[in-house]
């Protein structure tokens, strides 16, 4: 009765429109969370792909392991910062020991960019594989990491695991451009991704600085996973999903810039979700690929990479 | 000539000796692995031979199954005439994805297929009226002309010899003025990194041999997606023939007209092409 009252009228009509700003705020606050996580994806491959010229198409596998290995320590009743801070541990030992077991050997015997793009794909694979068989494939949730009521800050409402996803991709953001930009180590880092060569003829230990980009690109790729975990469901395939949106963001930001990872992450969430708002939720993933064409065709150098250019 | 001939009859001979000797279930097995075998052709000419990665073949072949499932089962197209169909909307959706992606050297066309393939799987899925969801299609088996390739043994010999005569006019585009020319190309951009030609081969061979698992296991969908084909298959199907216009997607095309484009490159290229499409 109140709602047949509602329909029709001026006030209704300011109320209807209250409602959808409601909504489009509602759509934005859940595309910027989702983007965090999707910019945090984007941030390892920049870093590995900027330190080691190797696009990683295990990332998202890696994730996926770590994820797992978050699942298996709280299943046996690890308290929560143990299980989350040895999964994330886990996945960055996972990274350097590709890096170290994997490419460097092939790099000795000069193996091609191809060649090491292909033994990331075996990587995926194998780590796919490994997982079936260690986890099965039946669908599992992963507990939430924070929960309560949803926020109303003014007119919005967030929910606090959107806002804690928010802080967290931020503040690692953050943490990685303080350590490139005011330690030794992130130095020489910043050096390796310019110039191998001369920064090895610098003595930097390049060897060492490229276990380290996979480390912690691969950590905050299973940072990325265990905090999307909860808001999809975890099984041996879960993050492509991820993968292909933390390219996509990787991409509309340049592909080689950091910042741009982050914000082509946040731009990728928010479209995503107004097209799955007002258009249909089956876009989400079609959308990451259009998106990833249309950066290609228009502006190859995404927004905030340097034109591309190569040494020959 | 008459080398040519004795080796094709040894060829139809092994065939034709095969298929009603062994058992059926052996023929099945013998079928994927053809189909697979087509599928790697595919991405050898693309990666071994010029040297571009593609992740996304399980989408193409995707869209060449249901091309073929669709055009025999709403329209009622013959099988002869709906593979090569199959095989020239591959070739422009393989040109629309290839061209923006090699225009720009490194991984991007990796990227692009790996998005892509994944795309298509879940637009398939999706997309219930026209493909039928989770619950897939059920096609009747290839018929050419009045006979029904319903037994193992019929598909075993369609997926046979399509194999020989793909893998026969691969050879030959290889050794054609445009394989030549997907070689430069490989080599020009093996040589920009300073390294050698054997090396690209290797990866070449890495990344056809990876690609069958590649698909099903590298995406998501991957799993649901193959066990959807082989339900199409179990109705008997054409998807073997789809998938392997499917693999013949063109980013290869792409990349030659934008490369090398040599006058009048294109055009053949595409007939060629579209021949072998039409075997």
Redesign the interface.
């Known amino acids: 009765m109140a709602k047949a009252w509602r329909m029709g009228g001026v006030s209704d009509r300011r109320e209807d429109r209250g409602a959808r700003m409601d909504l489009l705020i509602r759509y934005l606050a859940g595309g910027l969370s989702a983007g965090a996580l999707y910019g945090l994806m984007a941030l390892g491959l920049v870093l590995i792909y900027r330190a080691s010229e190797v696009v990683n198409f295990g990332h998202g596998d890696l994730a996926m392991v770590s994820t797992f290995a978050a699942y298996t320590l709280l299943r046996a009743h690890a308290p929560l910062p143990l299980a989350l801070g040895g999964a994330v541990l886990f996945g960055a030992a996972l990274g350097a020991l590709a890096e170290r077991g994997l490419l460097r050997p092939a790099r000795r015997r000069r193996a091609t960019p191809l060649t090491l793009v292909v033994l990331t794909l075996g990587l995926a694979l194998v780590l796919n594989g490994l997982a079936g068989l260690l986890w099965g494939h039946e669908i599992r949730t992963f507990p939430g990491l924070v929960s309560g009521p949803p926020l109303r800050l003014g007119p919005a409402v967030i929910t606090r695991e959107q806002l804690f996803n928010l802080a967290v991709g931020l503040l690692l953001a953050l943490a990685l451009y303080a350590f490139l930009r005011f330690t030794r180590t992130g130095l020489a880092l910043r050096a390796v991704t310019q110039n191998p060569e001369v920064a090895r003829l610098m003595g930097i230990p390049v060897d060492r600085i490229l276990i380290l980009a996979w480390g912690v690109g691969v950590g905050l790729g299973a940072i990325a996973g265990i905090l999307a975990a909860p808001l999809i469901y975890l099984e041996p395939n879960a993050m492509l999903p991820l993968l292909i949106k933390g390219f996509a963001a990787a991409v509309l930001g340049g592909m080689t810039s950091l910042p741009g990872a982050v914000i082509g992450g946040w731009l990728l969430g928010i479209l995503e979700n107004l097209a799955a708002g007002y258009i249909a939720t089956e876009l989400k993933t079609p959308l990451a690929f259009a998106l990833i064409v249309a950066v290609l065709v228009v502006r190859p150098a995404g927004l905030l990479g340097r034109p591309i250019s190569h040494r020959v | 000539m008459a080398r040519r001939i004795v080796r094709g009859a040894l060829i139809a001979g092994i065939l034709g000796v095969t298929a009603f000797t062994l058992p059926s279930y052996f023929l099945y097995i013998l079928s994927l692995a053809g189909i697979w075998a087509i599928a790697a052709i595919g991405l050898d000419l693309l990666?071994g031979v010029a040297?571009q990665?593609s992740?996304g073949h399980a989408g193409f072949m995707a869209i060449g199954a249901y091309t073929v499932a669709l055009l025999s089962l709403r329209l009622e197209v013959p099988f002869w005439l709906a593979l090569p169909a199959a095989g020239l909307l591959n070739a422009l959706i393989g040109l629309a994805?290839g061209l923006?992606?090699l225009?720009?050297?490194?991984?991007?066309l990796?990227?692009?297929t790996?998005?892509?393939g994944?795309?298509v799987v879940?637009?398939l899925r999706?997309w219930e009226p026209v493909t039928g969801g989770f619950m897939g299609l059920k096609v009747p088996p290839p018929a050419l002309g009045p006979w029904s390739l319903r037994s193992d043994a019929a598909q075993y010999l369609l997926i046979g010899t399509l194999l020989v005569l793909l893998a026969g006019i691969a050879i030959r585009l290889i050794r054609s003025p445009f394989g030549r020319a997907w070689i430069a190309l490989r080599d020009r951009e093996?040589a920009?990194?300073a390294?050698?030609i054997s090396?690209?081969q290797?990866?070449g061979g890495?990344?056809a041999g990876?690609s069958g698992?590649?698909d099903p296991?590298?995406?998501?969908?991957?799993?649901h997606h193959r066990s959807r084909l082989r339900r199409l298959r179990g109705g008997g199907t054409g998807h073997p023939g789809a998938w392997q216009m499917g693999r013949f997607g063109r980013p290869r095309r792409g990349s030659l007209r934008n490369r090398s484009g040599g006058p009048g490159g294109d055009p053949h290229l595409g007939h060629r092409s579209r021949r072998a499409g039409g075997v």
């Not at chain 2, 225009?103 to 991007?108: A, D, E, I, K, W």
């Not at chain 2, 296991?217 to 799993?223: E, K, Q, T």
């Open positions: 990666t040297g990665i992740i994805l923006p992606a225009r720009l050297s490194g991984p991007y990796a990227i692009a790996l998005g892509f994944v795309a879940e637009i999706r093996a920009a990194q390294a050698g090396l690209a290797d990866a890495l990344s990876a698992g590649v296991g590298g995406s998501p969908a991957g799993l």
